[in-house]
């Protein structure tokens, strides 16, 4: 009986997930010119099996067709640039850790329905191909960092399916990063159910929901009018050019910096195992300059100076395509800057966005933890000054000095300087948009 029961629950959730196949499907096909020539229309999917292992509580759906032939959809759809960028927008919010990007992230994610967002999908590419590698290649990494966003952006899911672990099941898997920090993604219509003991528990901020349907998350994607895509691993922005070029996309880029002593500072608290050794050096005895990890430190400095260097000369792939945001700027006048940002972007900057923006740079000290997007934007800003010690300051200041002139922070000369709160550290600077 209880077989049957449980046979009974997967059979009606299938069922459902179908259901919302074919409602998105119906809707987006009323939404794409398409060539004319013959080609096999989309049919609704199937409901091919149910497998269940009885004795190890393993559920599987099988849905034959429809990713399928909605991949040829989407590959006609793509073709037809007129279609995919007459007004729609391609946002690419570019950062590093602990610069504030799933803050600054929020002012797209909390858009609107017309919004498409994602959080880190990269995550799942640097996993798998360190994990393939024993490490990172660079090259090798900004490509695949590279095909991923593009295809993304265009709402096809099919190659960043391919480095999720472990790989999907017919399309549906509990293992994207961070879901639930996509509104998208946790709306009704991608939100298959969720059955206590036939399905993983899987939270969306809104509601519970099952694993996530790829296809009914691409077909999601499609509907929206703009995308916005959140991410902390692309190294050099030269290498998206590709995607600049793009006919079939409207690319905006969006470069997110901080002062490199309050990232340090940032990190040393988030990630205290892997900065262990500025830890140490902090508490005591003098930081060996030639270390791997001072190294690290300046590599990274230097790639996002360069970065910003090739936006701010605006060559004419970037030609009104790039805007240079301090944290800094957003955390002491979040609404003007963002307002800013929609304003670059051509994106209407929504009542609902203002309204997260009052409340959530308000936020009380119990609810601004490490993660947390909810901060009191003032007090955020030279917070790290109180606590990241003055010689650890000066070794930043070394090893990072061009990127500190290039953004506008100042340099301290002494322990005084550093932690007197009538001298800022933040030169009032302009980042003209061409």
């Not at 309050?262 to 900065?275: E, H, I, P, Q």
């Not at 430190?297 to 000369?313: Q, T, V, Y």
Request: hydrophobic residues 40%.
């Amino acid at each position: 009986m209880r077989i049957k029961y449980t046979i009974s629950i997967v059979f009606f959730v299938a069922l459902v997930i179908i259901e919302k196949e074919n409602n998105i499907i119906s809707r987006v096909s009323d939404k794409l010119t398409l060539k004319q020539t013959p080609q096999t229309p989309l049919q609704p999917s199937s409901f091919s099996h149910i497998l269940l292992k009885h004795n190890g509580s393993v559920t599987s759906l099988k849905m034959d067709s429809a990713f399928t032939l909605m991949k040829r959809r989407l590959e006609n759809y793509s073709e037809h640039q007129e279609v995919v960028t007459r007004g729609s927008k391609h946002i690419l919010l570019l950062a590093t850790t602990r610069t504030g990007s799933s803050f600054v992230g929020e002012f797209f994610n909390q858009q609107g329905d017309n919004m498409f967002y994602l959080f880190e999908p990269l995550w799942h590419v640097e996993k798998m191909l360190t994990l393939d590698t024993g490490g990172t290649n660079a090259t090798a990494s900004a490509k695949a960092y590279r095909d991923v966003l593009q295809q993304l952006l265009l709402c096809d899911f099919s190659l960043l399916e391919s480095f999720i672990d472990p790989l999907p099941v017919n399309h549906i898997t509990t293992a994207l990063f961070r879901r639930e920090s996509s509104s998208s993604l946790c709306e009704e219509s991608v939100c298959s159910p969720f059955v206590k003991g036939v399905f993983e528990r899987y939270h969306c901020r809104t509601r519970r929901c099952g694993p996530l349907n790829l296809t009914m998350a691409s077909l999601s994607c499609i509907q929206k009018e703009h995308r916005a895509i959140k991410s902390v691993r692309v190294r050099q922005l030269e290498t998206l050019r590709p995607l600049a070029e793009d006919p079939r996309l409207d690319v905006k880029f969006i470069q997110l910096v901080r002062d490199p002593r309050a990232v340090l500072a940032s990190r040393m608290v988030a990630f205290a195992a892997k900065y262990k050794n500025w830890k140490e050096w902090a508490a005591g005895g003098d930081v060996p300059i030639d270390d791997d990890e001072v190294r690290k430190l300046k590599g990274n400095c230097d790639n996002i100076r360069m970065s910003a260097e090739i936006g701010l000369r605006r060559p004419q792939w970037l030609h009104g395509r790039y805007m240079l945001v301090r944290y800094e700027d957003i955390a002491r006048f979040p609404m003007r800057k963002a307002a800013e940002m929609y304003r670059f972007a051509g994106i209407p900057f929504t009542p609902q966005v203002k309204s997260w923006i009052l409340k959530n740079t308000q936020a009380s000290k119990d609810k601004s933890g490490v993660y947390s997007t909810q901060k009191n934007s003032s007090e955020q800003v030279e917070k790290w000054r109180f606590s990241l010690p003055f010689k650890i300051a000066q070794v930043v200041q070394k090893v990072c000095g061009p990127t500190l002139k290039l953004f506008g922070y100042k340099f301290v000369s002494s322990e005084d300087m550093l932690t007197d709160k009538s001298v800022s550290l933040i030169e009032d600077k302009v980042f003209t948009i061409l």
